[in-house]
């Protein structure tokens, strides 16, 4: 037995002091539920769950960056909204306008409220914010540029040429000039529109660390001037033609049907002396009859000559009493005469008119009463006289009282015309047919022609030279900028963001110019403007709601990266309680038998002094 050297002992009392060390180790483990207290825990898990940490702290900060993000983009697609609303609105009243049933007072209705539409337009885009940054205010800067250049270019030039023939027959004075043809005649005309137009070209330039675009951009305010030029030569070629035509009738046999056959037509067109054989009435005994020629009761036959020279009409007039008309060409006049037969047995006393419908031929007398007056028919071309025999009356009269009246009253001898419609009557009156007994009442002469102008064919070409010229004048700004943008941060390292450009929008930078003068041109070349501004605010609604779906996306990447980073931090750093609770229960009894055995040492040596007391 030694005592210099406790060596059970001392065994014993590292094994206490272990056995606490590591109970204690096991309560602190137990009590804050981490199984990293200290860097002494575990110093390479420590290490690697503070880079956890960092990385899930930051991504769920980058998560709430993104709301925020999107929360402006929303903002912006809300203005847009509006401002989409007001530029269609704006293009209805523009179509509106440019429809020409408007009145001056439609059109001043229509631009206060386009003017008023302008006004919001501007301020929506001055006004709208988030967080008190404006969001439509962004300034770009220009790197290089800008290079203006302007040039003027010829774009089409066409030339039709059409060509438009007519002949006439016209009629001129007497004794003309030589040649009656005038030189060609030249009519120019010119007329000019203008078209404006703006365009706009972008082209990425490059990309910055930051993922900022940057743009080449070309600006062309195009003008585009459209002249049309219209040359008429109107060339008028006179010809003198054969006035034979013109001054012979026509044949009596060619005329059968035509009331009182005589309806002055002459071979080569009637020139506008439209008169004629109207009327051929008769009274037998009281009895009138008005009109022969279209009577449908009175019997009737008709005789033409071979040579249709002579075409004869006889008229039963009944009990044996018959009306001859015998209408001959003699030369270039008619003779027109009347003969009376009674082939029955009873006496009759006759009365007969003729009456000529002078039409819009103005009828003159040139002789008055007691010789037989002669009637002339003229207008500005030609002429034709109208002379009877044997007539106990020939007067002028209107028209209508020579044909419904038998009333003397009605008509009278005269020298001057009573109106443009006149006529002209003969009449045979008390002519007695005593049985077997036959009349010849008298004649009409009728003719010749006269020409009071000479005949021509004029040939008129028209000759139409439209030129249209059309000019493009173009004013381009070049140059190279980038876009204000802020960026959003997406990550929980540095450089990860999302940018967001910050547009200048307004109606000068959109070039939108609202017309003054709500004219319908004014109105229609408006329209294509407005199409351009929508279609610009469409785009950048189509940026903003890409750039919308691609932050949603990028929260959720962020959302789910936060949430396993944090699984595998949890699990490098979190205690498992029951596997400590076994460790702690085993260092407990070990720590308990350790110093029950420090005990039993202490006490073999104490055998010690029961040997020195002997």
């Given at each position: ?7 059970q002992?001392v ?148 030339t ?60 062309i ?7 049309t ?74 005789t ?12 039963d007039?009944?009990?044996?009493l ?8 003699v ?116 003719g ?21 010229d ?19 941060q ?125």
């Amino acid at each position: 037995m030694i005592i210099q050297h406790n060596t059970q002992a001392v065994f014993a009392n590292g094994k206490v002091n272990t056995a606490g060390r590591q109970t204690s180790a096991n309560a602190e483990k137990l009590a804050s539920g981490y199984r990293i207290n200290r860097a002494a825990d575990d110093a390479a898990g420590l290490s690697i769950s503070e880079k956890m940490r960092s990385q899930v702290r930051g991504l769920n900060r980058a998560s709430d960056n993104i709301q925020d993000g999107l929360s402006l983009t929303n903002v912006a697609d809300g203005a847009l909204t509006e401002i989409h609303s007001i530029l269609q609105r704006q293009r209805e009243l523009l179509v509106q306008a440019a429809n020409d049933t408007n009145t001056d007072l439609d059109r001043q209705a229509i631009e206060d409220e386009i003017v008023s539409l302008s006004g919001e337009f501007d301020r929506i885009f001055d006004d709208t914010e988030f967080n008190t940054l404006k969001i439509f205010k962004g300034e770009n800067e220009i790197i290089e540029g800008p290079d203006i250049t302007a040039k003027t270019m010829p774009v089409s030039s066409t030339t039709n040429t059409t060509t438009n023939r007519k002949t006439e027959d016209v009629w001129l004075p007497k004794n003309p000039k030589p040649n009656p043809t005038p030189p060609p005649t030249v009519t120019t005309t010119s007329s000019t529109s203008t078209d404006t137009d703006y365009i706009e070209n972008e082209t990425p330039r490059g990309t910055d660390s930051l993922a900022h675009d940057s743009y080449d951009v070309e600006l062309i305010y195009r003008t585009t001037t459209t002249t049309t030029t219209t040359e008429v030569t109107t060339t008028e070629v006179y010809t003198p033609i054969s006035s034979a035509d013109y001054t012979s009738l026509r044949k009596p046999g060619d005329m059968v049907g035509t009331n009182g056959y005589i309806n002055v037509k002459n071979v080569k067109g009637n020139l506008d002396l439209s008169c004629g054989m109207s009327r051929l009435g008769i009274k037998v005994d009281g009895i009138q009859n008005l009109d022969l020629y279209n009577s449908s009761s009175i019997p009737k036959t008709t005789t033409v000559s071979a040579d249709k020279n002579t075409a004869a009409t006889r008229y039963d007039l009944g009990d044996g009493l018959f009306l001859t008309q015998t209408i001959a060409l003699v030369g270039d006049s008619y003779s027109i005469s009347y003969q009376l037969e009674n082939t029955g047995t009873n006496t009759h006393n006759v009365d007969v008119r003729l009456a000529f419908d002078t039409m819009n031929t103005k009828a003159t007398c040139i002789n008055t009463r007691p010789a037989p007056p002669n009637y002339t028919l003229a207008n500005s071309n030609a002429s034709i006289d109208i002379s009877a025999t044997n007539t106990t009356h020939t007067v002028l009269g209107s028209i209508d009282d020579l044909y419904s009246q038998w009333d003397d009253s009605k008509v009278q001898d005269g020298t001057s015309v009573r109106n443009d419609h006149t006529g002209v009557g003969c009449w045979w009156e008390g002519s007695q047919m005593t049985p077997g007994s036959s009349i010849a009442l008298g004649a009409v002469s009728y003719g010749p022609i006269t020409l009071t102008a000479d005949p021509y064919s004029l040939a008129t070409t028209v000759d139409t030279k439209t030129t249209v010229d059309v000019t493009q004048q173009d004013a381009v700004t070049s140059y190279a900028y980038m876009p204000e943008y802020i960026d959003i941060q997406s990550g929980s390292l540095a450089r990860q963001n999302i940018p967001i450009m910050l547009y200048n929008l307004s109606s000068a930078t959109l070039n939108l110019r609202v017309p003054t003068d709500m004219s319908a041109f004014r109105a229609g070349s408006s329209i294509d403007q407005v199409d351009r501004v929508i279609d610009k605010i469409s785009s950048i609604r189509s940026y903003y709601g890409a750039l919308t779906n691609r932050m949603e996306h990028a929260c959720a990447v962020d959302d789910i990266s936060a949430e396993n980073t944090q699984a595998a931090e949890s699990r490098i750093r979190d205690l498992d309680m029951a596997k400590e609770m076994v460790d702690y229960s085993k260092n407990n009894i070990l720590s308990q038998a350790s110093q029950s055995m420090l005990a039993q040492a202490n006490q073999s040596t104490g055998r010690v002094l029961e040997l020195l007391q002997i």
